[in-house]
C-alpha cells in the first residue's frame, strides 16, 4: 500500500471522470463571471486612461528614464498646484463639456496628482536595502517593483489614501457650481422651492450631518488603519539559542568565541 493510498481512496475512473467533469465545470463557471465582471467594468467606463492616470504617474516619476520622469514630475506638480475649481471650471468651460465628464475629470486630475505623489513617497519609503537585495538576488526591475517594493509601501500608504478620499468626497460638492445635479446642488433646489415656503434651514439640518458623518467615518477608518499599520510584532521575551562547540553558522563559518 502506498502513502497516497493509505491516506484516502484513490478514485477510480468513474471517479476520475467526475472530478474533470467537476473541473471544467467550475473553469467555466469562473471564467464566465469573471468575463461579466470584465464586461461591466468596461461597459461603464472603469478601464479609460483618466482613471488609472495615478498609477501612470506615479510609475513614471519612479521611472529610471530622465525624459519620462521629468514629464510625469511636470505634470503631477502642474495638477497639484492648480486648484481643482479652477481646474473643474477650465474643463466645463473651455472644453465644453457635460457637467458629470467636467466634475470627474477635474477631480480625476487633481486628486490623481496628489495620489500619484503618495504612491511615489510609499514606495521610496522603504529601505534601500530591500531593493537592493532584490537585485542581488537576480531579480528584474519590474519584479522588484511588484514583489518586493509595492507590497511594504501600500502599508505606509493607505492611511494617506483613506485620508485624500474624505477631501475627494467633500470636493463632490462642487459640482453644484456647474449646474450638475449633485447632493448640494438638490438640497439647494429644495430650499429654493415655494411650495415648500423656503426650507432653507431644514435642508441644511439634513444635509450638513450626512456630510459630516461620511467623512468622520472615513477619517476614523484612516486613523484606524494608520494605528494598526503602526502596530509592531512583539519580540520581547523571544530566546535566541547561542550555538554550541563545533557548531556552524549558515554558510559553514564556525562561530567567533564572545569577547570578555
Not at 487633481?110 to 537576480?138: H, K, T
Request: hydrophobic residues 50%; glycine residues 6%.
Amino acid at each position: 500500500m502506498t502513502e497516497a493510498s493509505a491516506l484516502y481512496d484513490v478514485p477510480g475512473p468513474r471517479s476520475r471522470r467526475r472530478h474533470t467533469a467537476y473541473g471544467l465545470l467550475s473553469t467555466v463557471v469562473l471564467v464566465t463571471l469573471v468575463a461579466w465582471l470584465l464586461s461591466l467594468l468596461f461597459d461603464t467606463g472603469q478601464f479609460t486612461h483618466t482613471k488609472w492616470m495615478p498609477g501612470v504617474l506615479a510609475t513614471g516619476r519612479l521611472s529610471d528614464h530622465r525624459p519620462v520622469c521629468l514629464l510625469a514630475t511636470l505634470v503631477v506638480e502642474f495638477f497639484r498646484a492648480m486648484p481643482v475649481l479652477v481646474m473643474i471650471f477650465f474643463v466645463f468651460v473651455a472644453l465644453k463639456m457635460q457637467p458629470l465628464p467636467a466634475l470627474v475629470a477635474g477631480l480625476t486630475l487633481y486628486n490623481g496628482s496628489v495620489l500619484a505623489e503618495v504612491f511615489r513617497s510609499g514606495v521610496n519609503a522603504v529601505e534601500r536595502g530591500q531593493r537592493e537585495a532584490a537585485f542581488a538576488l537576480g531579480m528584474r526591475k519590474t519584479q522588484v517593483m511588484l514583489h518586493v517594493l509595492v507590497p511594504q509601501a501600500v502599508r505606509a500608504m493607505l492611511p494617506a489614501i483613506i485620508s485624500q478620499l474624505v477631501v475627494a468626497l467633500k470636493d463632490t460638492s462642487l459640482g453644484f457650481l456647474i449646474t450638475y445635479e449633485e447632493f448640494l446642488h438638490a438640497g439647494k433646489l429644495i430650499a429654493s422651492d415655494l411650495d415648500y415656503d423656503l426650507p432653507f434651514i431644514p435642508v441644511v439640518m439634513v444635509i450638513s450631518p450626512i456630510y459630516i458623518g461620511m467623512c468622520m467615518l472615513l477619517s476614523w477608518f484612516a486613523d484606524w488603519v494608520s494605528r494598526r499599520e503602526r502596530r509592531s510584532p512583539k519580540t520581547k521575551g523571544v530566546a535566541v539559542a547561542t550555538p554550541g562547540p563545533g557548531a556552524l553558522l549558515p554558510g559553514g563559518v564556525p562561530p567567533t568565541a564572545p569577547r570578555p
